[in-house]
């Protein structure tokens, strides 16, 4: 079974915190820096089981990724998680009006608490 997962975080620390937590709860992790990056994974992956995708990225913003995404066939059923430090309302009924499955605040969840909302929807 293809449990993969798509990380798109511009924080080196944090990408690689979570690329961690996630191997070690048995995922493969496809992982990106950049916006561009970022929605070219999408692009590849659209068998991927959710795609973490943070919303202030260098070079394409999260939201044009996440509408990009959804507006092609190819990757419009791929889940999509937003990972942010922005919690205003405006960012997240964006995101949420664009298919994203969830908006996740980063500074209110654990990376362990991360992998188990990921569980969560991979079930």
């Keep these: 079974m293809n449990q993969k997962v798509l990380l798109v975080e511009d924080e080196f620390f944090l990408r ?23 929605l070219s994974i999408g692009q ?35 889940p999509i998680i937003m ?10 009924q964006e995101a949420l009006s664009n298919g994203a499955i969830a908006y996740l605040v980063k500074v209110s969840f654990t990376p362990q608490q991360l992998v188990e909302k990921i569980e969560e929807i991979v079930q």
Excluded: C, F, R, W
Aim: cysteine-free; charged content about 25%; overall charge negative.
């Design 16 to 38: 690689d915190l979570y690329t961690l937590m996630l191997q070690k709860a048995g995922y493969t992790v496809v992982a990106a820096a950049d916006g561009l990056e970022g």
């Design 44 to 78: 590849q992956n659209p068998d991927a089981k959710v795609m973490l995708l943070d919303v202030m990225l260098p070079k394409m913003h999260g939201i044009d990724i996440l509408k990009n995404l959804k507006n092609d066939a190819k990757t419009k059923s791929l």
């Design 83 to 92: 990972l942010s430090n922005l919690s205003e309302e405006g960012v997240i």
